[in-house]
């Protein structure tokens, strides 16, 4: 049986590692590359990291750090891939094949398409025939309409689009998808858990892989989202950011609760 994953995010703005809330506030945690380090020692199943900048701008702001101030995305992707021993997904800023490219040849196993994605479906085709569907996860940002309906927005949580998450991820895996990565716009930063009847609607929607995002603020709401949604991986951001171990704590939570988790250990055992 397929062991389920758990998936540390790491939000890119400017160059910087922030915390997000709500797609709208964002706290500067630090250095994009110290922090790959910490989690390949607590050996996360995999990384997921997304440069959410809105312009092509990447600056740390400071030169008295001890690893090099990269400016441009690419650069600091490389950086990251150096540190991280554990499948690395990059996504963002991701807007034709040239730009899938430079990403696998510099060091992502995978990538995530969202806007482009979006309005051009047969984008992912393409993706998925050069690089193969195991490469391509489809992103999805799902917020809530004036009725309490969800529905994807894009351009960075911006733009509505009147499509259900279910319908559009339908759409993602028969264009070639190989994983489906589900992101609550409200639950995000927020702490409240997943929201379980979006990530559900997505599951029941699919036959690829569902990597639930958005909301967990403890290690029980990791659960949820395998248990209680059917997710075949649970990510998040903010919390991994807040304790030493806290991968190794996550998986040792779900390991304990019997759920078909890797065995937790350190990086370096």
């Known amino acids: ?31 994009p590359f ?9 050996a996360a199943d995999e990384l997921i990291y997304l440069d ?32 991280s021993f554990m499948p690395l997904t990059f996504g963002g800023r991701i807007r034709n094949i040239d730009d899938v490219y430079k990403r696998v040849t510099n060091g992502a196993d995978k990538v995530t398409l969202n806007s482009e994605a979006f309005r051009n479906p ?9 690089f193969g569907s195991q490469c391509i996860v489809v992103s999805i940002d799902a917020g809530k309409n004036e009725n309490g309906n969800w529905q994807v927005f894009i351009d960075g949580g911006k733009t509505p689009t009147g499509i259900t ?11 070639g998808a190989g994983e489906i990565l589900i992101n609550s716009i409200n ?36 659960a949820q989202g395998i248990t209680d949604a059917g997710a075949d991986a649970v990510a998040a ?29 350190f990086g370096w055992e």
């Open 1 to 31: 049986m397929r062991k389920n994953r758990v998936i540390p995010v790491v939000l890119l703005k400017n160059g910087v590692v922030v915390q997000s809330k709500g797609f709208k506030r964002y706290q500067i945690l630090g250095n």
């Open 52 to 83: 959410i900048s809105r312009e092509a701008t990447y600056d740390l702001g400071r030169d008295d750090l001890k690893c090099a101030n990269e400016t441009n995305i690419i650069d600091i992707l490389r950086e990251v891939a150096k540190s």
């Open 165 to 175: 998450p279910a319908e559009w991820s339908n759409k993602a895996q028969e264009c």
């Open 237 to 265: 951001a903010n919390i991994f950011h807040y304790s030493e171990n806290s991968v190794y704590d996550a998986k040792k939570y779900l390991y304990e609760k019997q759920i078909n988790v890797r065995k937790p250990t």
């Open 122 to 130: 047969m984008f992912i085709s393409e993706c998925a025939r050069i």
């Open 187 to 222: 639950n995000d930063g927020m702490g409240c858990g997943y929201d379980i009847q979006l990530i559900a609607s997505v599951v029941s929607a699919v036959n690829i892989p569902v990597i639930a995002c958005g909301g967990v603020g403890k290690w029980e709401h990791l």
């Open 34 to 42: 110290a922090i790959v380090d910490r989690l390949s020692d607590w």
